[in-house]
């Protein structure tokens, strides 16, 4: 079965949704460990709520980015993880930390990518005053937010959006497409090629799950 280990800094609502996801069985794989920059995190609270492994390892562990991704990566290779997730990891990772896990790393960012890539993205869409935004799910790969892309579903932009009324209706994506992302992954079907993630067909397994971006609510 593949292990995910699981990265994450913030309020956890995705790590919640792929919990939810393997609990549901929709999602068929375990997670090792999850790894906290920081120990206030509300993510360390929910997967402690589940009986997850959970590894704290504060920015401060280490003096240089790369010796702190070595230490991480030695934590995953630890609890044998076969697909690194991150949920909200706030750190940027080192070319070694990629390389170490090639198109085994998945990050969720809140904007359909290549538009809006790093921080604060929610209100950039608002300010800039396009009509669609959402949620991507993508490879990590050296860059930032540039990895190849494996999802993506939008959501329409109202002229009285806020960012925080628009970071709610794309975290709502978020919480779709990212098991099922996972469960491509899980099932073999993700072929990188070159830029682009073709997605297999399936092999009519029972009880797969259904595209979210296709599904009723
Ligand atoms: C999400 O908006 C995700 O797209 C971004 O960080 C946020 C994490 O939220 N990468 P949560 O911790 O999963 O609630």
Same mark, same amino acid.
Do not use: W
């Given at each position: 079965m593949i292990n995910l280990g699981v990265l994450v800094s913030g309020s956890g609502t995705n790590l919640q949704a792929i919990i939810d996801a393997i609990?549901? +069985?929709?999602?068929?794989? /375990?997670?090792?460990?999850?790894? /906290?920059? /920081?120990?206030?995190?509300?993510?360390?609270?929910?997967? +402690?709520?589940?009986?997850?492994?959970?590894?704290?390892?504060?920015?401060?562990?280490?003096? #240089?980015?790369? &010796?702190? &991704? #070595?230490i991480i990566i030695d934590t995953l290779k630890r609890y044998s993880v076969d697909l690194v997730v991150m949920a909200g990891f706030m750190r940027l990772l080192t070319p070694k930390f990629v390389r170490a896990f090639p198109m085994r790393i998945m990050n969720i960012h809140p904007a359909l990518l290549p538009a809006f890539p790093g921080l604060n993205v929610q209100r950039k869409a608002v300010e800039y005053g396009v009509k669609f935004s959402g949620a991507t799910v993508h490879f990590v790969d050296e860059g930032v937010d540039t990895g190849p892309i494996i999802i993506q579903s939008a959501v329409p932009v109202y002229d009285d959006d806020t960012a925080e009324t628009l970071r709610q209706r794309i975290l709502k994506e978020e919480h779709k497409i990212y098991p099922y992302a996972i469960q491509l992954f899980v099932e073999g079907r993700l072929e990188v090629k070159g830029r682009r993630v073709i997605v297999k067909e399936h092999p009519k397994i029972k009880g797969s799950m259904q595209n979210p971006c296709y599904a009723d609510d």
């Amino acid at each position: 079965m593949i292990n995910l280990g699981v990265l994450v800094s913030g309020s956890g609502t995705n790590l919640q949704a792929i919990i939810d996801a393997i609990e549901a +069985k929709k999602l068929k794989c /375990s997670i090792g460990v999850v790894i /906290s920059n /920081s120990h206030g995190a509300y993510a360390v609270h929910r997967a +402690k709520r589940h009986n997850i492994p959970v590894e704290i390892i504060p920015n401060n562990i280490a003096n #240089t980015r790369e &010796d702190y &991704d #070595t230490i991480i990566i030695d934590t995953l290779k630890r609890y044998s993880v076969d697909l690194v997730v991150m949920a909200g990891f706030m750190r940027l990772l080192t070319p070694k930390f990629v390389r170490a896990f090639p198109m085994r790393i998945m990050n969720i960012h809140p904007a359909l990518l290549p538009a809006f890539p790093g921080l604060n993205v929610q209100r950039k869409a608002v300010e800039y005053g396009v009509k669609f935004s959402g949620a991507t799910v993508h490879f990590v790969d050296e860059g930032v937010d540039t990895g190849p892309i494996i999802i993506q579903s939008a959501v329409p932009v109202y002229d009285d959006d806020t960012a925080e009324t628009l970071r709610q209706r794309i975290l709502k994506e978020e919480h779709k497409i990212y098991p099922y992302a996972i469960q491509l992954f899980v099932e073999g079907r993700l072929e990188v090629k070159g830029r682009r993630v073709i997605v297999k067909e399936h092999p009519k397994i029972k009880g797969s799950m259904q595209n979210p971006c296709y599904a009723d609510d």
